[in-house]
């Protein structure tokens, strides 16, 4: 099923892309001329941040497989929807209002992603930083990780503490990783450097995989610095760079494994329980009161006044639009 959900996408988004990229002069002059005309955004912040560097993954065990690409990102500001963004792309995430009741958070709510592209929108991770306000200043309080798996369309939404945390690996993301990991996150406050770092600790494997986002913000006023320019294929390449490395791990007699729930149809609560004793483990650790840790098998949404992570599942979009 897997398989034929793969050709269909990749002949489909073919088809799309082409079509919609002979129209993409059309629609960049459109936009400009309304944008020229207009005055509704003067006196405004800037609703998209443009972000350019590289991403890198290496793998350790077991074999040794590293690379890297140049990628682009956007950074939204969810309180002011872009009318450079496409309506669906704000359906398709979490708001600005529904972020802040899940962190518990009242600032500013920025998106980190790769807005779609000629009908074509792949995200393996967005991520939303939300903000407190100090005083006059605001201080990023947590993120929320919003990672889609592809071809399978799932996708799952957890809560992670952007200085260092430690989270029970939710979802199965690559054929060639088992569910055993746990994955360490850290993100920075993004400003002109914008930093995010993932690695896998697994039960044998150890500090197995690391994959890192390092990037800097373009500056610009150029009218041509539109998110249908800038992202231009951004999707499809990213695509293309997960299948063709997929293809060189296969080559070199990586493991394939099937999806969990083919193995284990609650997948998804073994993760929330294995997530909710890492909790409770780093909780004992900074106190004497072993009682604080506790399971609670039928509270699968998870409560973040007991000390557990608030962490949904849900069926991600078709990739093109």
């Not at 600032?107 to 006059?136: F, H, K, R």
């Not at 200043?137 to 929320?144: A, N, Q, R, V």
């Not at 063709?244 to 284990?264: C, D, E, G, I, T």
Request: proline share 6%; aromatic share 12%.
């Amino acid at each position: 099923m897997e398989a034929l959900y793969l050709l269909c996408s990749i002949a489909s988004t073919c088809v799309t892309t082409s079509l919609l990229s002979l129209l993409l002069p059309f629609q960049t002059l459109a936009s400009f001329l309304s944008r020229f005309f207009s005055s509704s955004n003067e006196g405004r912040g800037e609703e998209i941040s443009y972000y350019q560097g590289h991403v890198r993954h290496v793998r350790r065990r077991p074999v040794h497989h590293a690379f890297d690409y140049d990628v682009r990102y956007a950074l939204v500001d969810l309180d002011r929807n872009s009318a450079s963004l496409p309506a669906s792309f704000f359906r398709c995430h979490v708001s600005a209002q529904e972020a802040r009741h899940i962190t518990g958070t009242t600032g500013p709510v920025l998106l980190l992603t790769i807005p779609p592209s000629v009908g074509y929108e792949q995200n393996p991770l967005s991520v939303y930083y939300c903000y407190d306000a100090e005083g006059s200043t605001m201080h990023l309080k947590k993120c929320i990780a919003e990672v889609t798996n592809t071809p399978w369309g799932e996708r799952v939404l957890f809560v992670f503490n952007p200085d260092s945390d430690l989270v029970a690996k939710p979802l199965h993301v690559s054929p060639f990783m088992d569910m055993l990991g746990n994955w360490t996150m850290r993100a920075n406050a993004p400003g002109e450097d914008l930093f995010i770092a993932i690695s896998v600790q697994h039960p044998t494997l150890g500090n197995y995989f690391t994959a890192t986002l390092k990037a800097k913000r373009v500056r610009s006023s150029s009218w041509t610095l539109r998110p249908a320019l800038f992202f231009w294929l951004m999707p499809q390449k990213v695509a293309v760079w997960i299948y063709w490395q997929a293809l060189k791990l296969w080559w070199k007699n990586v493991s394939f494994l099937k999806h969990p729930k083919y193995v284990s149809p609650l997948y998804k609560e073994e993760a929330l329980t294995r997530d909710r004793k890492l909790q409770c483990s780093r909780t004992v650790a900074k106190s004497d009161n072993s009682h604080l840790c506790f399971d609670n098998d039928q509270n699968h949404e998870m409560n973040t006044s007991t000390g557990d992570r608030w962490c949904v599942w849900k069926d991600a979009q078709w990739p093109w639009s």
